[in-house]
């Protein structure tokens, strides 16, 4: 059994994956919220993450992705994880990375401040160094990027990996799941003066395996519609749909309308074509959409969650007998709590808070796939 768990952090992400074998990977890590405000709903990450980790008898993550440098998505991280590049972030209780994923944007953006400099120096201290570290994608940027600190390029590319492939390290066989990278693409740095992070953000399908059923989860990081569109050509063009398959989809960017459209919709946002394909034709029976926000409002807003993208989801999971949960209103907005998803035989299984009580909330929201009978190694999409 895998167990996800997505955090109540408000219009934040940080998502935890406990394999089944222990092994325990951490995408992103926007701890917003005070714990000294009494009206302030969102969890205290820093606290809930230690407690599990002494629960499991361990003071590291395996692996550390930041999909990409907005604050809402490495907001208290210096506070939080031991990191090499300096003596100031390494007393005894920090957490420590075992490796650590960004993409390439990550390394070579010119405008980081405050947390985002400080995780830009942690990654560009391990791939100097050569180890502890993956770089998804290598634009023309990072190799001058790399040749301007003296270094030779060619002797740090095995610490990249490009779009269309699977990242190293992890296997069905041997860890029952595989992480199959969707973006960034090269030209999403190379094309723009100023690094766009929400373009050029970590994108990965994450497929479990347990016994002969898969269960397949999509991370969006904070894609925009223009990005999964190019993500959705260019997968089809190669007939890899099954990597744009989902049971499982935590959206962008907080259901934002822009991950599905440039036009908000007056009632319901309408998706562009290819958006519209991924969600309404890529999903499972039974799937799940998963919203890590701020609960939906009623009215119109500037700031995401937007209620038209909210409404055009709950349409989605409506066909297929599914469930389109938010974080800040898990099990309710007065109380939010994480989600937790178990990956099991079956497929996937909703785990409702403990101190949950009345009629029992427990629901098998998703079915075992048939497993995937086309080859693990996959040629990569030169994106």
Not at 191 to 204: F, H, M, P, Q, W
């Amino acid at each position: 059994m895998h167990t996800l768990t997505f955090f109540p952090l408000g219009n934040a992400d940080c998502t935890r994956i406990e394999l089944e074998n222990c092994r325990q990977l951490l995408f992103d890590y926007g701890n917003q919220g005070d714990p000294d405000e009494n009206n302030d709903k969102r969890i205290d990450l820093a606290t809930r993450l230690r407690e599990d980790l002494q629960n499991a008898k361990r003071d590291y993550y395996d692996i550390v992705a930041f999909t990409h440098l907005d604050d809402d998505h490495i907001c208290g991280a210096p506070d939080f994880f031991y990191l090499e590049h300096a003596k100031k972030y390494q007393d005894d209780e920090r957490i420590k990375i075992n490796e650590l994923w960004v993409p390439a944007a990550v390394i070579i953006d010119d405008q980081t401040e405050g947390d985002a400099a400080v995780i830009q120096a942690e990654a560009r201290y391990r791939f100097k160094q050569k180890k502890g570290i993956r770089v998804f994608s290598r634009p023309d940027r990072l190799k001058e990027w790399v040749e301007k600190q003296g270094l030779k390029f060619e002797e740090h590319k095995d610490l990249i990996t490009d779009a269309g492939n699977l990242i190293p390290g992890f296997g069905k066989d041997k860890d029952g799941v595989e992480f199959f990278v969707h973006s960034p693409f090269a030209e999403h740095i190379d094309d723009k003066t100023v690094v766009d992070r929400n373009e050029a953000a970590l994108v990965v399908q994450a497929t479990f395996l347990v016994q002969r059923g898969e269960t397949r989860l999509i991370l969006g990081a904070d894609t925009t519609h223009d990005v999964w569109t190019s993500i959705v050509k260019t997968t089809k063009a190669h007939g890899r749909e099954q990597r744009l398959a989902w049971d499982l989809f935590k959206l962008p960017h907080h259901c934002s309308y822009l991950t599905l459209s440039a036009e908000k919709g007056k009632d319901k946002t309408k998706p562009d074509p290819d958006v519209k394909w991924l969600f309404e034709t890529q999903g499972a029976e039974s799937c799940t959409i998963i919203s890590s926000s701020d609960p939906i409002p009623t009215s119109d807003t500037d700031q995401p969650p937007h209620r038209q993208a909210a409404n055009y989801y709950k349409d989605v999971v409506a066909g297929k007998g599914g469930d389109f949960m938010v974080t800040m209103q898990h099990p309710d907005a007065d109380a939010p709590e994480p989600i937790v998803i178990t990956i099991e035989e079956g497929g996937q299984q909703y785990q409702p808070p403990k101190q949950t009580t009345g009629k029992t909330l427990v629901a098998a929201i998703g079915a075992a796939r048939p497993r995937d009978q086309a080859p693990t190694q996959r040629v990569g999409f030169g994106r």
